[in-house]
Nanobody, 123 residues
């Protein structure tokens, strides 16, 4: 059974940093695209960042220069380093994985999802 489990969320102040982790089990994702999405109350789930099997990274414009996605294939782990957090970053953050090596930004093209971790940024 494939599982993605996020951790590292919390309540922080604007300007602080958080590092989210996603532990994958049940299969290896070293050759697959993986990503982070987020969903704020009353809004649709949106793409945040993605990484391909070779380490190529992709970001939504609003997080470029502040967030960094990375992966450790040996540990089957995905990370999201979030710096200079803003109140508008408040959301539940989800880890996602594809069965494909290709990175996409559309949530419907991701096959596996974690349960999410809450990130709250106070002003």
């Amino acid at each position: 059974q494939v599982r993605l489990v996020e951790s590292g969320g919390g309540l922080v102040q604007a300007g602080d940093s958080l590092r989210l982790s996603c532990a994958a089990s049940g299969r290896t994702f070293s050759r697959n695209a993986m990503g982070w999405f987020r969903q704020a109350p009353g809004k649709e789930r949106e793409f945040v960042a993605a990484i391909d099997w070779s380490g190529g990274t992709y970001y939504r414009d609003s997080v470029k220069g502040r967030f960094t996605i990375s992966r450790d294939n040996a540990k089957n782990m995905l990370y999201l380093q979030m710096n200079n957090l803003k109140p508008e970053d408040t959301a539940v953050y989800y880890c996602a994985a594809r069965t494909s090596i290709l990175v996409v930004t559309t949530r419907n093209d991701y096959n596996y999802w974690g349960q999410g971790t809450q990130v709250t940024v106070s002003s």
